[in-house]
């Protein structure tokens, strides 16, 4: 009975044991929760196939209801703005540029870039609420795709093009991807102001692909192991419109930094909106800076940064070279990047460039098509940034400055444009029919063409406001103040260090000199008299 007895109390303990150890074994793992209240793969209106873009935003909307609406007022969409400090029609539909010339004979391929489907011409329906795109910004994929020449569509089934060039574009699967929509990321964003003017960093200098996934060196806010931050989180948006217009920027912003849940009508977008008046809290005198220097000017040493160099001048004169078979010549630099192309002309490429300054009051003029242009006054100014140092609106400012040189009709004296895309590009442009590209062009634009043409000097601008630099790696105060340094050809400011005004120096000098004769004189008295 005894040996029974401990056998049963063994058995006992065992028990007990083993339903600690199971009592202490964590609980299964909760399902990851998604960050947004709403899985679209769930939808009963995408489990379709989509044979079209606006079948997919027809579904879109049965639920988004007003988001048409709203992208329909916007620069996006309209491509279209009236600046009201200069009355100009401006957007991508009326200006002239030293890129590509313009949009207005190039829709078809420049409309991979619209919001839209179906680009083609100034008679698109603008008041369609299917023609909206919801992909291009909210495609989580990236496998959403408009390839050049189809008037902003995408392509859903593999289609030769050109036509008879055996070129395939392979087609995408639409309802894979709106199934898997989310919120607009730097990607999305990115797929066109990534890449403007035709190429990665190619037309802003401080927005190309390095911006994906940058670290903290090339941008403190974007870093994608630090703040991460996207597009949005500065260009604060509501009811789809997007703050910080390129056309009409915010030069001087002095409101303060915005507060959560309070109403604020101010550009949401600037510096000031987050860091306030003094963001220095340890320098009162860098604090006095704030009041005529951009924070971008010190924060922003140089574009580029990211190891894809940015386009610095675009010569379309030297276009029309050939190789030993008789193609466009093709020449790359060391790194691979083409500095020459028969059907383009010459190309300046740079890296880490280090940004001119300018007083801007973020008043931008533009040359318009079908403006007065006189070649004896080159280099034509495409946009004009407006501002002075007296104003008291202008703030100094790192802008790109881009050269290039464009057809341009002699008779009629205007920019012109060049016919560039579209399937009946190679009867044109690729052979280098200058003559015939142009009269496609002005035709297509309503613009009359006298049927010379000839080649003028222009320049452009853009602000640089991205790739801000860590704290760190801000300038020196000598990058400034000193003789041949950042702002040596800045006028209308003095700056201790870098130059003098004449009557100041002299003022000083002489008041210099009346010190030490005064110290001189006060001791050789007090040596001549040292025994009383």
Same mark, same amino acid.
């Given at each position: 009975?005894?040996?029974?007895?401990?056998?049963?109390?063994?058995?006992?303990?065992?028990?007990?044991?083993?339903?600690?150890?199971?009592?202490?074994?964590?609980?299964?793992?909760?399902?990851?929760?998604?960050?947004?209240?709403?899985?679209?793969?769930?939808?009963?209106?995408?489990?379709?196939?989509?044979?079209?873009?606006?079948?997919?935003?027809?579904?879109?909307?049965?639920?988004?209801?007003?988001?048409?609406?709203? +992208?329909?007022?916007?620069?996006?969409?309209?491509?279209?703005?009236?600046?009201?400090?200069?009355?100009?029609?401006?957007?991508?539909?009326?200006?002239?540029?030293?890129?590509?010339?313009?949009?207005?004979?190039?829709?078809?391929?420049?409309?991979?870039?619209?919001?839209?489907?179906?680009?083609?011409?100034?008679?698109?329906?603008?008041?369609?609420?299917?023609?909206?795109?919801?992909?291009?910004?909210?495609?989580?994929?990236?496998?959403?795709?408009?390839?050049?020449?189809?008037?902003?569509?995408?392509?859903?089934?593999?289609?030769?093009?050109?036509?008879?060039?055996?070129?395939?574009?392979?087609?995408?699967?639409?309802?894979?991807?709106?199934?898997?929509?989310?919120?607009?990321?730097?990607?999305?964003?990115?797929?066109?102001?990534?890449?403007?003017?035709?190429?990665?960093?190619?037309?802003?200098?401080?927005?190309?692909?390095?911006?994906?996934?940058?670290?903290?060196?090339?941008?403190?806010?974007?870093?994608?192991?630090?703040?991460?931050?996207?597009?949005?989180?500065?260009?604060?948006?509501?009811?789809?419109?997007?703050?910080?217009?390129?056309?009409?920027?915010?030069?001087?912003?002095?409101?303060?930094?915005?507060?959560?849940?309070?109403?604020?009508?101010?550009?949401?977008?600037?510096?000031?909106?987050?860091?306030?008046?003094?963001?220095?809290?340890?320098?009162?005198?860098?604090?006095?800076?704030?009041?005529?220097?951009?924070?971008?000017?010190?924060?922003?040493?140089?574009?580029?940064?990211?190891?894809?160099?940015?386009?610095?001048?675009?010569?379309?004169?030297?276009?029309?070279?050939?190789?030993?078979?008789?193609?466009?010549?093709?020449?790359?630099?060391?790194?691979?990047?083409?500095?020459?192309?028969?059907?383009?002309?010459?190309?300046?490429?740079?890296?880490?460039?280090?940004?001119?300054?300018?007083?801007?009051?973020?008043?931008?003029?533009?040359?318009?098509?079908?403006?007065?242009? !006189?070649?004896?006054?080159?280099?034509?100014?495409?946009?004009?940034?407006?501002?002075?140092? !007296?104003?008291?609106?202008?703030?100094?400012?790192?802008?790109?400055?881009?050269?290039?040189?464009?057809?341009?009709?002699?008779?009629?004296?205007?920019?012109?444009?060049?016919?560039?895309?579209?399937?009946?590009?190679?009867?044109?442009?690729?052979?280098?029919?200058?003559?015939?590209?142009?009269?496609?062009?002005?035709?297509?634009?309503?613009?009359?063409?006298?049927?010379?043409?000839?080649? +003028?000097?222009?320049?452009?601008?853009?602000?640089?406001?991205?790739?801000?630099?860590?704290?760190?790696?801000?300038?020196?105060?000598?990058?400034?103040?000193?003789?041949?340094?950042?702002?040596?050809?800045?006028?209308?400011?003095?700056?201790?260090?870098?130059?003098?005004?004449?009557?100041?120096?002299?003022?000083?000098?002489?008041?210099?000199?009346?010190?030490?004769?005064?110290?001189?004189?006060?001791?050789?008295?007090?040596?001549?008299?040292?025994?009383?």
């Amino acid at each position: 009975m005894r040996i029974l007895r401990k056998a049963m109390l063994a058995m006992m303990a065992m028990t007990i044991v083993a339903g600690a150890v199971e009592a202490a074994e964590p609980p299964p793992p909760t399902a990851k929760l998604l960050k947004t209240t709403a899985d679209h793969s769930k939808f009963k209106e995408l489990q379709k196939s989509f044979q079209s873009g606006p079948e997919v935003t027809k579904a879109c909307l049965g639920c988004h209801t007003e988001a048409s609406k709203q +992208i329909h007022q916007t620069q996006h969409w309209k491509w279209e703005y009236i600046n009201p400090a200069t009355n100009q029609k401006l957007g991508k539909r009326h200006l002239v540029n030293n890129f590509c010339t313009s949009v207005s004979s190039n829709y078809k391929s420049c409309a991979s870039c619209h919001i839209g489907y179906g680009l083609n011409d100034d008679k698109f329906d603008f008041a369609s609420e299917e023609n909206v795109d919801c992909l291009v910004c909210h495609d989580t994929t990236g496998k959403y795709k408009k390839p050049a020449g189809f008037s902003g569509n995408p392509v859903t089934k593999d289609t030769e093009f050109p036509p008879g060039s055996g070129k395939i574009v392979r087609g995408i699967d639409l309802q894979n991807i709106a199934l898997k929509v989310g919120k607009t990321r730097r990607e999305t964003c990115g797929t066109c102001h990534f890449y403007g003017g035709g190429g990665d960093g190619v037309k802003h200098g401080d927005l190309d692909s390095s911006l994906d996934h940058p670290d903290k060196a090339l941008d403190v806010h974007m870093d994608a192991d630090g703040n991460n931050f996207t597009c949005v989180t500065c260009h604060k948006t509501e009811g789809h419109q997007v703050p910080g217009s390129r056309y009409a920027p915010t030069a001087m912003d002095k409101d303060g930094a915005h507060l959560r849940g309070k109403a604020d009508s101010t550009n949401p977008a600037t510096c000031q909106a987050c860091h306030g008046q003094t963001p220095h809290t340890q320098s009162a005198k860098l604090n006095d800076h704030t009041d005529k220097v951009a924070c971008q000017t010190c924060h922003i040493p140089a574009f580029a940064r990211g190891d894809m160099p940015t386009k610095m001048s675009w010569d379309w004169s030297t276009a029309g070279k050939r190789d030993a078979k008789g193609k466009p010549l093709v020449i790359t630099n060391d790194d691979g990047h083409v500095i020459y192309n028969g059907i383009k002309g010459d190309f300046v490429l740079e890296e880490n460039v280090k940004p001119e300054y300018r007083w801007f009051n973020g008043t931008v003029k533009y040359t318009l098509l079908g403006d007065e242009v !006189d070649k004896a006054r080159q280099p034509l100014a495409i946009n004009t940034f407006e501002g002075s140092p !007296d104003d008291g609106k202008s703030m100094i400012w790192p802008v790109k400055v881009f050269r290039g040189k464009q057809p341009f009709d002699p008779i009629n004296k205007t920019l012109v444009v060049t016919h560039l895309a579209g399937e009946d590009d190679t009867a044109y442009w690729k052979n280098m029919d200058w003559d015939k590209a142009i009269a496609a062009g002005m035709a297509a634009a309503g613009k009359p063409y006298s049927g010379k043409f000839d080649f +003028i000097e222009t320049v452009a601008m853009w602000p640089i406001t991205h790739m801000v630099a860590p704290k760190e790696k801000a300038l020196a105060c000598s990058e400034c103040h000193a003789k041949g340094g950042r702002l040596d050809k800045l006028e209308g400011i003095y700056i201790p260090g870098r130059g003098g005004n004449k009557l100041l120096d002299t003022v000083g000098w002489l008041a210099a000199a009346a010190l030490l004769g005064g110290v001189l004189l006060h001791g050789a008295i007090r040596v001549v008299n040292r025994k009383h």
